[in-house]
């Protein structure tokens, strides 16, 4: 069986509480999903509430991120089945994955590349943040990947978006981007959970060995997309130092990138400055590590860059 206390035992020191992160990967992932202001009006999601209640389905608002709401009974509901889910009006993302755009701040009128797109809940979320009037090019390597993406966002009534099918770290350079999202492909560790029986319920990705070199090509090609002064945000869902600071860490090595501070609306540690043994930029600290027992969410880390 799997021995899920040796596995994360490598990051007790890291952890904070480490005992009750442990102890959270037994519950139920929390559902969180977002009101799509580019459907319904502030006037509005009052009745919508009050729809979503009738069909057994409790929720109440985030006060940390605006729009947002939890899932009071959260293990009795499906949200997916609702009619109000297909036309549009709400969309599943757990709170945590709204981290990464927040960080990017996202303006109307600005050219934004979203890197690794798919399946569109952060695409989806960059055009509601700014009207959607943003120029966004939303990328995916995977056809099956853009058909997720395509029918999320066609779902949620965002037009301001154009798909685009290139290997991330193979994205054709000439365009000059304002902003760029990297919500890397990584192993998930954020999202594990531990079953009745000690099973782990959830491993994204865990048997890649080659993520970090697939997380330095994404981090260097889409810092080499931005214009001048340019903002990009590298974000994973996952706590392994080797698919954050490290690949941070590389980019601060081969370009002129420096890191940005942000405020950020959860709980969050600094990054490491060292991992093993292995130093990194100090500035390293200005990155922000997000777990799941401290925010009720996946856990992610994200760092935000600026191009010199």
């Keep these: ?68 709401y939890y899932i009071v009974n959260n293990e009795e509901v499906s949200l997916g089945g609702v009619l109000e889910y297909s036309l549009g009006l709400i969309h599943s993302m757990t709170l945590s994955s709204a981290l990464p755009v927040i960080a990017l701040d996202p303006k109307p009128g600005e050219l934004i590349l979203d890197l690794c797109a798919a399946p569109g809940g952060k695409t989806a979320l960059m055009s509601m943040l700014t009207n959607d009037r943003a120029y966004i090019i939303a ?20 037009a301001c978006a154009i798909l685009t099918r290139y290997r991330g770290e193979e994205f054709p350079l000439g365009m000059e981007f304002d902003k760029v999202l990297v919500d890397a492909p990584c192993s998930g560790e954020g ?63 081969k370009r002129q990138a420096r890191l940005l501070d942000f405020e950020a609306p959860l709980p969050f540690e600094p990054g490491l400055t060292e991992w093993q043994g292995k130093p990194f930029h100090p500035d390293m600290v200005k990155t922000k590590r997000f777990y799941s027992h401290k925010t009720r969410a996946v856990g992610f880390f994200v760092a935000k860059l600026a191009k010199v």
């Design 191 to 253: 999202r594990y959970r531990i079953g009745l029986e000690g099973e782990l319920l959830y491993q994204k990705g865990s048997g890649r060995a080659n993520l970090p070199a697939i997380q330095k090509g994404l981090i260097v090609r889409a810092f080499d997309l931005l214009k001048p002064g340019g903002i990009m945000v590298y974000s994973t869902c996952t706590i392994n130092p080797e698919e954050n600071e490290a690949v941070v860490d590389y980019l601060l090595r």
């Design 139 to 158: 990328n995916d390597k995977r056809l099956d990947r853009l058909t997720a993406l395509s029918a999320n966002l066609k779902r949620l009534g965002v």
């Design 1 to 68: 069986m799997f021995n899920y206390l040796e596995y994360f035992s490598r990051y007790q020191e890291i952890i904070p509480d480490f005992d009750e992160f442990i102890e959270h990967l037994r519950t139920p992932h929390q559902q969180y999903f977002r009101i799509n202001n580019l459907k319904l009006s502030q006037d509005e999601v009052p009745v919508l509430l009050e729809k979503l209640k009738e069909k057994g389905i409790v929720a109440e608002p985030v006060s940390a991120v605006p729009g947002f």
